[in-house]
């Protein structure tokens, strides 16, 4: 069992920058892979980046160049850098984890989920 927290987020104009940051506790986060999904309002959640093991990482076409995901094992953290931010990136966002071996980008595959951070992007 493992618990996910998330923090980070907030209300910032278009243009400007976020990061985000999980912390598991329970389990080591390196016996998952790690991902961050998002939800805006009326909208179904969806990936936005994922963390392999191993280190390996894919992003969703429309974050790409834009947000970096990264973990740090010994703080059991795993981050997301919002750069550029658009007012579309508004929503709620989620870490989630899963014990499988691939990202997977799909809400089922995770076993794990945090209780979400509110990111607001003003135009």
């Known amino acids: 069992q493992v618990q996910l927290a998330e923090s980070g987020g907030g209300l910032v104009q278009a243009g400007g920058s976020l990061r985000l940051s999980c912390v598991a506790s329970?389990?080591?986060?390196?016996?998952?892979?790690m991902a961050w999904f998002r939800q805006a309002p009326g909208k179904e959640r969806e990936f936005a980046a994922g963390?392999?093991?191993?280190?390996?990482?894919i992003y969703t076409d429309s974050v790409k160049g834009r947000f970096t995901i990264s973990r740090d094992n010994d703080k059991n953290t795993v981050y997301l850098q919002m750069n550029s931010l658009k007012p579309e990136d508004t929503a709620v966002y989620y870490c989630?984890?899963?014990?499988?071996?691939?990202?997977?980008?799909?809400?089922?595959?995770?076993?794990?989920w945090g209780q979400g951070t509110q990111v607001a992007v003003s135009s």
């Open positions: 989630a984890a899963d014990s499988n071996l691939y990202i997977r980008r799909t809400t089922l595959a995770y076993d794990y």
């Open positions: 963390i392999a093991r191993t280190g390996g990482i």
């Open positions: 329970g389990r080591p986060l390196s016996s998952y892979v």
